[in-house]
């Protein structure tokens, strides 16, 4: 069993760019929650997917979007970039939401 | 609205000796409880976690945490610290809504184990 997936590893993006981060859910996991961790601080939660929708959403601006495919990978899209958005995103999966969830390693996004 | 307070955001121990890292939680709800570890360059690691039941949780390598709803402590120790405690501790709350749960993190506590 591979785990929570997530690519890729390390990214650099212009200011007002697009990016799109990639996850693949632990095998049995029907959930993907998606979390921004800022140097030096905890993960905060952006938000959750489940059956393709999105559940629940903390708080983060619109330019934030996600998408979960049937296989229950998921996808988070960031548009027009700023600087503050530089941070690790974190993946996690989970069966229904309410299990424990288990996190991949995470898309270090820097930038510039 | 629920958040999680650690205290101390880097704690320094002798090995061998006891690890207390500690976590106070504010949530309006009955609270599901957890604490993570995150290696350096690497993802977040369920330690242990509180539902129901027993507020005694114990947890892996040796870890431990006690649930004390009246004075809302989430504490985490282990009598003996090892070398390879050495890494970062993140005090985690949540609460089941519409029909999920979503985590709420502490800022983190740096582990420094001194040999």
């Known amino acids: 069993d591979a785990g929570v997936t997530q690519s890729p590893t390390h990214l650099i993006k212009t200011r007002g760019q697009q990016v799109t981060l990639r996850c693949s859910p632990k095998?049995?996991?029907?959930?993907v929650s998606w979390y921004q961790q800022a140097l030096g601080q905890g993960p905060q939660f952006i938000f959750q997917?489940?059956?393709?929708?999105?559940?629940q959403r903390g708080n983060f601006p619109d330019r934030f979007s996600g998408h979960q495919f049937p296989n229950y990978s998921s996808e988070l899209n960031v548009n027009a970039l700023l600087l503050g958005d530089s941070a690790l995103y974190l993946c996690?999966?989970?069966?229904?939401?309410?299990?424990?969830?288990?996190f991949g390693q995470g898309t270090r996004l820097t930038v510039v | 609205a629920q958040s999680v307070t650690q205290l101390g955001s880097h704690v320094s121990v002798s090995e061998g000796a006891l690890v207390l890292l500690r976590c106070n939680y504010s949530s309006s709800v009955p609270p599901y409880l957890f604490w993570y570890v995150q290696y350096p360059n690497q993802g977040l690691q369920l330690l242990l976690k509180?539902?129901?039941?027993?507020?005694l949780v114990k947890g892996i390598n040796g870890f431990e945490a006690e649930f004390k709803k009246s004075e809302t402590s989430f504490h985490l120790t282990k009598p003996s610290a090892h070398m390879s405690d050495a890494a970062e501790y993140f005090c985690?709350?949540?609460?089941?809504?519409?029909?999920?749960?979503?985590?709420?993190f502490g800022k983190g506590t740096k582990l420094s184990v001194i040999p």
């Open positions: 997917y489940y059956e393709e929708e999105e559940r």
């Open positions: 985690a709350v949540a609460y089941s809504g519409a029909g999920s749960y979503q985590l709420t």
């Open positions: 095998s049995g996991h029907d959930t």
């Open positions: 509180y539902t129901t039941g027993a507020t």
């Open positions: 996690a999966s989970s069966w229904g939401g309410r299990s424990e969830a288990f």
